[in-house]
């Protein structure tokens, strides 16, 4: 008996060591904070979002209240909805003088965060909304998703601004790093996505420690034919924006985009951060939900108000099925 029951003890301690080797060999050692350089990626082997970060955003939970009879979005929202119970420092549209953002049905996407830019007003302290999602992960390498759509009739005038990714040495936000405020490769960057023109088209809007001048570097989108792509008000939109950090000191970062799925800009030779200490330092760590008319000129504001609707915010790390085509690399566009 005794020899027997020695016998079942030995298998199953086999069986435990064996369930252990397998287990530690199929679980990637990744750590949920500092996220691997792409270069070491494959795609059986795929750098993980924070639990915090990997959930999509949208606005279905909220409904007017006594207190919120215009079922308005306010500061109070976007920190439950994008920052949890951290302090939400800053913002810009979203105070009980400003309400530019407010709650609303869309017979496509359901309840939507519809923004306001008023007429004859420009710049992102007075048209539009802006807030930053701080992300509880610090990523080498981030895509950022969601979904817009202009009203029908909407006037794109000369430039305007829409939400997209950045990088800061702290929590406080890389709204330092817009607005004609270069950074230096130590402290900060963004890429967002950006209007161009009054017909509606779009590029990629980049602060980064080597751009040509004090403002950010304009990659303009193209379909593979070179033709420019265009935004359409009054149809839902699905935009992609991808930020490849640079090694340190090396000028090899790169921004990717696609709208509606199809793939129209690759922007490279992009230099994020220094080979410093603080450098080295910087990582993706916001989302910056920005959108106004401007530019810092008149010419910017439109003659009506006017809206935007979004929805469906969504972070992801390299999804391999989106390299499909090459398209020549953009180089930077003259704007003013």
């Given amino acids: 008996m005794n020899i027997q029951l020695r016998a079942i003890l030995k298998r199953i301690t086999w069986v435990v060591i ?50 919120n009879r215009g079922n308005y979005y306010n500061w109070y929202r976007a920190r439950k909805d994008f920052n949890g119970e951290r302090v939400l420092f800053w913002a810009s549209g979203l105070s009980v ?17 519809r923004v306001k830019y008023p007429t004859g007003k420009y710049g992102s302290k007075d048209s539009g909304v802006a807030f930053p999602w701080i992300l509880r992960g610090k990523y080498e390498e981030l895509t950022l998703t969601y979904r817009v759509k202009f009203e029908s009739g909407f006037q794109f005038t000369t430039s305007g601004k829409l939400p997209g990714l950045c990088g800061a040495v702290d929590e406080i936000g890389c709204f330092r790093y817009t607005g004609g405020n270069p950074p230096n490769g130590d402290d900060g960057f963004s890429v967002r996505v950006v209007w161009l023109k009054a017909d509606g088209s779009v590029g990629t809007y980049v602060y980064h420690a080597n751009q ?37 000191g090396v000028a090899n970062g790169y921004a990717e985009a696609w709208l509606d799925g199809e793939y129209v800009s690759r922007a490279e030779g992009l230099l994020f951060r220094n080979n410093s200490s603080a450098g080295r330092s910087l990582k993706i760590n916001e989302m910056y939900f920005n959108t106004f008319h401007g530019g810092n000129k008149s010419s910017d504001a439109p003659s009506q108000t006017q809206y935007a609707y979004f929805d469906d915010f969504k972070l992801t790390i390299y999804q391999a099925q989106q390299i499909e085509e090459a398209l020549p690399v953009a180089e930077p566009i003259e704007f003013d």
Avoid: C
Avoid at 19 to 25: D, K, P, R
Avoid at 48 to 65: C, I, K, Q, Y
């Fill in 212 to 248: 040509k001048g004090t403002y950010g570097d304009i990659f303009q989108w193209s379909h593979s034919d070179g033709n420019p792509v265009y935004l359409i008000p009054g149809q839902w939109h699905t935009i992609q924006l991808r930020v490849v950090l640079n090694d340190p």
């Fill in 97 to 113: 003088l400003e309400q530019r953002g407010k709650i609303v049905n869309d017979p496509v996407q359901g309840k939507v965060l």
């Fill in 18 to 67: 064996l369930s252990l080797i397998i287990t530690l060999n199929s679980t990637p050692a990744l750590g949920m904070q500092e996220i691997g350089r792409r270069d070491t990626w494959s795609e059986t082997a795929v750098p993980v979002l924070h639990s915090d970060d990997s959930w999509m955003r949208n606005f279905e939970r909220w409904n007017p209240t006594w207190t």
